[in-house]
């Protein structure tokens, strides 16, 4: 089967410049998630969908992010205007269902630069 | 809040065994382990639910302290490719689906 699938892999900016990321989730998996990665730390998690609509994006800072879920299967996270301070790889990840019982599967990630 | 994991770093041998811990000082519903490889994206180990249950396959097994708010994860004759940085994920009740990854553990098996 096939995996969750993010682009581009690397990206460098400058900041105040703005990014997009792609993410196509596993076939069929109606949750997906962006988490944002810093060097050394443990994934955090940015915004959560469940088909089209967002479960929690209580740790999203909306001020400059922005993600969307089109028609429940593709998702983009936009970013505008990058700080330095978002420099990190954003993973995103899919899950069968909604309840917590089931794992998640990862992307490769996306690897952000800001200088 | 984030769960914390002890140790923050480990050196094994080849062969050897070793204990990662996970605490949260929130009630938990579920306890994930995931271990990641450098530059690659972190990978599923198991899944346990509140009940105190123990899960495990091959050498890697794990418990789950309800009451205690803990899980631990255990290594058992470690082996090269266990090398990576594991972490735990807790969901809270209610809201279970939303994960929320420890500090991590770095493991690293020599010859």
């Known amino acids: 089967e096939a995996g969750v699938a993010q682009s581009p892999r690397y990206k460098i900016i400058e900041k105040r410049q703005s990014v997009a990321f792609w993410c196509n989730p596993i076939?069929?998996?109606?949750?997906l998630y962006w988490y944002q990665q810093i060097l050394g730390q443990g994934p955090k998690l940015l915004i959560q969908?469940?088909?089209?609509?967002?479960?929690?994006d209580s740790q999203l800072p909306k001020d400059r992010f922005s993600a969307e879920r089109l028609k429940g299967v593709d998702s983009t996270l936009k970013i505008q205007p990058a700080k330095l301070e978002d420099s990190a790889v954003y993973l995103c990840?899919?899950?069968?269902?909604?309840?917590?019982?089931?794992?998640?599967?990862f992307g490769s990630g996306t690897q952000l630069s800001v200088l | 809040q984030q769960p914390v994991q002890s140790p923050q770093a480990v050196i094994l041998r080849e062969g050897e065994d070793a204990v990662i811990n996970c605490s949260s000082s929130?009630?938990?519903?579920?306890v994930h382990w995931y271990r990641q490889k450098h530059g690659e994206a972190p990978v599923f180990l198991m899944i346990?639910?509140?009940?105190?249950e123990q899960k495990g396959h091959e050498k890697i097994s794990a418990s789950f302290n309800e009451k205690k708010q803990q899980s631990s994860l255990y290594l058992t004759a470690s082996q090269l490719s266990y090398s990576g940085t594991y972490f735990c994920?807790?969901?809270?009740?209610?809201?279970?689906?939303?994960?929320?990854f420890g500090t991590g553990t770095r493991l690293q098996v020599t010859l």
């Open positions: 969908f469940q088909n089209n609509g967002v479960v929690d």
């Open positions: 346990l639910l509140k009940g105190g």
């Open positions: 076939s069929g998996h109606a949750t």
């Open positions: 990840a899919s899950s069968p269902g909604t309840g917590g019982r089931e794992k998640l599967f």
């Open positions: 994920g807790t969901g809270r009740s209610g809201t279970a689906s939303k994960l929320t």
């Open positions: 929130k009630a938990l519903y579920s």
